[in-house]
């Protein structure tokens, strides 16, 4: 079963504007985190956002958790024709044996027109 | 630092034949998943290991599929017998343990499983 729900499903913006992701989950977890995956392959790790965090950035990419609403959203800045992938949230929950169950969302597909 | 390692990258069988896969993780990652991801959706997780024992297979179909971890360090996914909605990329990741520095999935490039 999936963990978390994206929206949207796709999207289109024009190079040099500014893409949002949003992921919902429904049980408590440890973190959060965001993934990249282009043509179906292998998944690149993105940022990771713990659970007593609220933002977090990296680069042109900022994320913000809210456990509360257990959502999380990704903004990539000034986007880029090479951002053009799909982007995968991911969340995180430990258990005592020091390792975590980690369950994907259903993604975003993200296009960048040059 | 090698990476996640998998083969073989494209495998094409029949119906009812079986398939094998193999991964071999980051050196030291105690944490091992098998992932299958079906075109368009995102990745389900199929099994995890911790060192050489199952810690999560609850979505497993055990009736074909198997899995083991040896040593604690390399492993085989295998699917006995194939059906046509085994079609998918199956991916091998491992991680360090929680809370250390680099707490994040490595995942290798899959292996793209066509069941005609």
């Known amino acids: 079963s999936q963990q978390g729900e994206e929206d949207p499903q796709a999207l289109s913006i024009q190079e040099g504007e500014n893409a949002t992701m949003n992921c919902s989950y429904k049980t408590s977890i440890n973190n959060l985190q965001w993934y990249r995956q282009n043509s179906g392959r292998g998944l690149v790790h993105l940022i990771l956002i713990r659970s007593n965090e609220r933002e977090k950035h990296s680069g042109r990419l900022r994320v913000t958790l809210d456990t509360s609403k257990k959502s999380s959203s990704l903004l ?35 296009q960048v027109i040059p | 630092e090698a990476g996640v390692a998998q083969s073989p990258r494209y495998k094409i069988i029949e119906k009812r034949q079986s398939v094998a896969f193999w991964c071999n993780p980051i050196s030291g990652h105690a944490t091992l998943y098998w992932y299958q991801q079906i075109l368009g959706q995102g990745p389900k997780l199929l099994i995890q290991f911790q060192n050489n024992g199952v810690v999560d297979d609850s979505q497993l179909p055990k009736d074909r599929f198997s899995a083991e971890r040896l040593k604690g360090v390399d492993s085989t996914l295998k699917i006995q017998p194939a059906k046509l909605e085994d079609s998918a990329v199956y991916l091998c990741a491992s991680s360090p343990p929680v809370n250390s520095p680099n707490e994040k999935l490595f995942f290798g490039s899959g292996t793209q499983l066509s069941v005609l």
Do not use: H, W
């Not at chain 1, 991911?90 to 369950?103: E, I, L």
């Open chain 1, 76 to 110: 990539i800045t000034a986007s880029r024709a090479a951002d053009t992938a799909s982007y995968f949230c991911a969340t995180g929950v430990a258990n005592s044996g020091g390792y975590q169950k980690v369950t994907f969302g259903t993604g975003t597909k993200l």
